[in-house]
Every structure is written in structure tokens, then in C-alpha cells.
């Protein structure tokens, strides 16, 4: 009985359509494992996908921030990817980034009011 049980949850967890929210979701949490590879250890990123339709990728840094490292973080240097690669290639429509000091910085079709309201999809 239970390994049918086990069997059926198995199947229906394959049959799960990705849908646009769905996979917008995964691509909060691929973001958050790529930070850890491959970031700085000082520099420490939680993610989230957030929205009605979870199409704005919130990103809240644990270290305080300054418009500079904003930037950095979302435009990157030169030859390497930054998060404005990742939005585009996920179809997230804006991203936000929030510090510990209550910072707020906005980028894309989103204003700072909507970003403060903002609730997770995951």
C-alpha cells in the first residue's frame, strides 16, 4: 500500500507542468546556489522570486550595500554575467535588492513602492 502511495506521489511530482512562476522560482534558487560557488565569501545573497507572478527577483544581501556595489553586483565587469544577464535569460521582469540597513534599490519595470510590498512565491 504505501509503495503505491509513494509510487503515485512519484509520478505526479513528474507530471508537474513547469509553468512560468514555477520555473521563475527555480532560477531564485539556481541564483542563490551560483552566489555560493562562485562569489566572494564576504559577499552573502539570499533570493527570492516575488510577485503576483513571481516575475521580480528580490535579492537581499546580508552586507550592507552602497549604490556602487549595486551596480556592480547587477551590471557586472566587463566579460562576466551579472544579475541583468540572469533576469533576461530567466524572464524575470525587474529586480530588487535589499540590505540590512533597509536599503531598497529597484531595477526594471518596478517601482520602489511596489518592490516594498512584494510577497514570496516559494
Known sequence: MNRWIFLCVVILAACRPDTPESLRIDAARQFVRECKRNGSPRW???AHAMGDTCDVLVVESLVPLDQRMVDRVHY???GRSGVQTFLDDHRFRAAAYTDPKHGLWTFGAITREEARS???CD
Do not use: G
Request: net charge positive; hydrophobic share 45%.
Open 76 to 78: 557586472a565587469a566587463p
Open 44 to 46: 552573502s545573497f539570499r
Open 118 to 120: 512584494l510577497k514570496p
